[in-house]
Structure formats: C-alpha cells, structure tokens
C-alpha cells in the first residue's frame, strides 16, 4: 500500500482511507496527571473542535481508559517501539507520544488500550510483566481481546475493574514469562488469525 501520498497522523491513522480511529490525550503535567484514551468513529480536522469535544465528554461513551501519568510513562516507550516498528515494515512514517492529543490507528488504539487495561489497577511492580505478555501476543489475539473486552466493559469508568477488564488484567500481570517464552512463541505459527 502506497502512504507517501496520504496524510498519516500520529500512529499510523489514514484519515482518508476510514475516519475509526483513539486519541490519546496527554495533558501538559502541570495540569493532569492522568491520560486519556478514548474511540472515535467520526474524524474532526479542526483541533479546537477536537479538544472541545474532549473536554466536554471525559466520561462519555467514547473513553475507554483514563491511566494515571505514572503509569503512562511505563508503556509509553514500549508501545512506541512496538508500533512504530511495525509501521516501518510497512513503510509508513513513525509516530511519537506528545503532549496534546496524539491520533493512533484503529488496530494500534485496540492494543493500546488493551495494555492499559491490564495495567490501570494493577500494582505498578507488575506493569514489566503486563509489557512482556502483551508484547508476547500476536496483534490478533490483542485484538480479540480487546473487541471482547471491550463489548462487556468497555468504558472507562463503568467497566473498571469488572468482568473481562479483570481477567486482562489478571492474564497480563499474573502470568510471569520470560523473554526467552516471548520470542520462541513469536516464532511459532498457529495459524490461527491469519488475515485473508
């Protein structure tokens, strides 16, 4: 797929090839310690619109997770690394977090959000656990996970800490691998989310 010609926001978003994409809002620190990731199916070119929108619907149906900024600082490199690798497989520019609201791919939002998950109520010692497991699925299982998640508890607020967003968090945070695991299971091909 040729990206030179289309506009890729943030991480890996094309606009103008289908407008479902999450915003991640990073506030300045002076003034929120917290993050926010939130699904959108709809695109607003307009930046100020955007932050309108965000600032008058922080609980509406769209958040997904608010994670402490703590928290954050943990995945952020991890989540960066592994997606902008893989937009370089795919020869797209890469992305970087920022302060502001940062757009990220519909597939990339899911993952992102899944990890947050596992983390938003987790003891911040088990946050290197929740990273290698997560980095340990394939992209489809983290799908997966999260469409089903998502279905049963996915608002932020409501769906904390209940259910399915207990059991990802329980699966990635309880569950110690090594790296040696991770790399040996990405080796293998199940075959079972072969995209056709």
Same mark, same amino acid.
Not at 19 to 26: D, K, P, Q
Not at 53 to 77: C, T, Y
Not at 169 to 195: C, I, W
């Given at each position: 797929?040729?990206?030179?010609?289309?506009?890729?926001?943030?991480?890996?978003?094309?606009?103008?090839?289908?407008?479902?994409h999450f915003?991640?809002?990073?506030?300045?620190?002076?003034? *929120?310690?917290?993050?926010?990731?939130?699904?959108?199916?709809?695109?607003?070119?307009? *930046?100020? &619109?955007?932050?309108?929108?965000? /600032?008058?619907?922080?609980?509406?149906?769209?958040?997904?997770v608010v994670?402490?900024?703590?928290? $954050?600082?943990?995945?952020?490199? /991890?989540?960066?690394?592994?997606?902008?690798? &893989?937009?370089? *497989?795919?020869?797209?520019?890469?992305?970087?977090?920022?302060?502001?609201?940062?757009?990220?791919?519909?597939?990339?939002?899911?993952?992102?959000?899944?990890? /947050? $998950?596992?983390?938003?109520?987790? *003891?911040? /010692?088990?946050i290197p656990?929740?990273?290698? !497991?997560?980095?340990?699925?394939?992209?489809?299982?983290? $799908?997966?996970?999260?469409?089903?998640? !998502?279905?049963?508890?996915?608002?932020?607020?409501?769906? &904390?800490?209940?259910?399915?967003?207990?059991?990802?968090?329980?699966?990635?945070?309880?569950?110690?691998?090594?790296?040696?695991?991770?790399?040996?299971?990405?080796?293998?091909?199940?075959?079972?989310?072969?995209?056709?």
């Amino acid at each position: 797929m040729e990206t030179q010609d289309k506009e890729v926001l943030g991480f890996g978003f094309l606009p103008g090839e289908g407008e479902h994409h999450f915003l991640v809002t990073i506030p300045p620190k002076s003034e *929120d310690d917290s993050v926010y990731m939130s699904e959108h199916f709809e695109w607003d070119e307009s *930046d100020e &619109r955007r932050e309108l929108h965000f /600032a008058l619907g922080k609980n509406d149906s769209k958040m997904r997770v608010v994670l402490p900024r703590l928290k $954050w600082d943990e995945i952020a490199e /991890a989540t960066k690394a592994e997606f902008n690798r &893989r937009l370089r *497989d795919e020869g797209q520019p890469t992305g970087q977090w920022q302060t502001g609201q940062v757009p990220v791919s519909r597939l990339f939002g899911k993952e992102l959000v899944l990890l /947050a $998950w596992a983390i938003e109520d987790a *003891d911040p /010692a088990k946050i290197p656990t929740a990273i290698r !497991n997560w980095r340990g699925l394939a992209p489809e299982e983290r $799908w997966w996970l999260f469409t089903m998640t !998502n279905a049963a508890t996915g608002h932020a607020v409501t769906g &904390r800490n209940k259910g399915w967003r207990k059991a990802v968090r329980y699966a990635l945070t309880e569950n110690p691998v090594s790296g040696s695991d991770v790399e040996s299971r990405k080796e293998m091909d199940f075959g079972l989310f072969q995209q056709t």
